[in-house]
């Protein structure tokens, strides 16, 4: 059987890094193809963003526009630039010849650059009815939702730099602040500790972790139950808003053996670009920032890694 055809650019992920990429890219006529991936997968279609709401903070939509309406726009406006999108996940990848291989579904794709935008899942506690209540008072970004409770009491889980950082914003914001922390010391840098003790309005609750979130009946949060490990206690507190800030890990289970990463676990890359340690490999969005992750700062990586790899084959294979 004859190899198919080599492709300009296989992006690989489709939230707004991947969409944004396949814009350009597409603008740019190198035909790209993005793998939007599959639910089942890793890869999720439009990314986080389809597990918000309200999407208040993108510039553009003066009153605000939801998750899967806007990245339905990025996918309409990609496809419509010339993307073409397959609603697939890739199984594996070998970044080790050029042409690069990609499969997906059992068939082989080559490329003569990758852009990956797999993203970073937002780690969760595991709880049953966490789940049930997330977008209905459960959030794992408070920069997306925290407007949606101002004047309410909200609670945060986590003891690194993200969740001080949540809890000092939610601060502004909430009359009351609630921080759950499992272990009796945070892990996040002192700077932003003391920033936490310093503000009246946040309550840290040492050794304690969070064993349920009510209230799936009402179909908001409305409290959670939260133990104490040093005594085995439980109390309940009244909260509407559990703000989960307990990591985030990139999908770069496909990759991890091709390009070099970050001991966190996302993939590196060179200061002030989107190039990866294989030169024609590109990354952008939340699988290469642990610290933004905003929709923003993944769309504009997104539009870096097309223009780089746009260069990329015009120096080293005019396309
Ligand atoms: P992180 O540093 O990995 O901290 C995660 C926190 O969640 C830890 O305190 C951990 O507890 C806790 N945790 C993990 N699993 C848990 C579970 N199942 N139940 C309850 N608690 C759990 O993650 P992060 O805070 O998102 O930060 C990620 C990286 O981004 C870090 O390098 C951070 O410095 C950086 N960051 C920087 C800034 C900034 O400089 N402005 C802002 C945000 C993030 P233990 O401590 O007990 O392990």
């Not at 990609?102 to 490329?111: K, M, R, T």
């Amino acid at each position: 059987m004859s190899d198919p055809a080599v492709r300009n650019v296989i992006i690989i992920g489709s939230g707004p890094a991947g969409l944004t990429a396949a814009i350009y890219a597409a603008r740019a006529n190198l035909k790209p193809l993005c793998f939007e991936g599959f639910n089942a997968g890793g890869l999720i279609p439009g990314g986080q963003l389809m597990f918000t709401t309200e999407v208040e903070n993108y510039p553009g939509f003066v009153e605000g526009i939801t998750g899967p309406e806007l990245m339905g726009r990025f996918r309409g406006q990609a496809e419509h630039q010339g993307c073409e999108l397959i609603t697939q996940d890739v199984e594996k990848v070998d970044f080790s010849s050029r042409p690069f291989k990609v499969w997906s579904e059992g068939e082989l794709y080559l490329a003569k650059t990758v852009i990956l935008s797999t993203g970073a899942r937002a780690n969760y506690i595991g709880l049953e009815n966490e789940e049930k209540l997330k977008n209905r008072g459960v959030s794992a970004c408070a920069v997306c939702d925290g407007p949606l409770f101002k004047g309410k009491n909200v609670t945060v889980v986590g003891g690194g730099d993200t969740a001080m950082e949540e809890a000092s914003y939610l601060a502004g914001l909430c009359p009351e602040v609630l921080l759950v922390h499992r272990r009796d010391e945070f892990r996040a840098s002192k700077t932003m500790q003391a920033r936490v003790f310093a503000n009246p309005k946040i309550k840290v609750l040492f050794s304690s972790e969070i064993v349920d979130v009510f209230d799936v009946t009402a179909n908001k949060v409305t409290g959670v139950a939260v133990k104490n490990l040093k005594t085995g206690e439980v109390v309940r507190h009244a909260t509407e808003g559990l703000f989960v800030a307990i990591g985030h890990t990139p999908l770069t289970d496909i990759v991890k053996d091709q390009v070099e990463l970050h001991p966190n676990g996302y993939v590196k890359v060179e200061p002030g670009t989107t190039s990866t340690s294989v030169a024609g490999v590109f990354a952008a969005g939340d699988v290469q920032d642990w610290v933004y992750r905003q929709a923003i700062t993944a769309a504009g990586t997104g539009c870096m890694a097309a223009l780089e790899a746009e260069r990329w084959l015009v120096v080293n294979d005019a396309h």
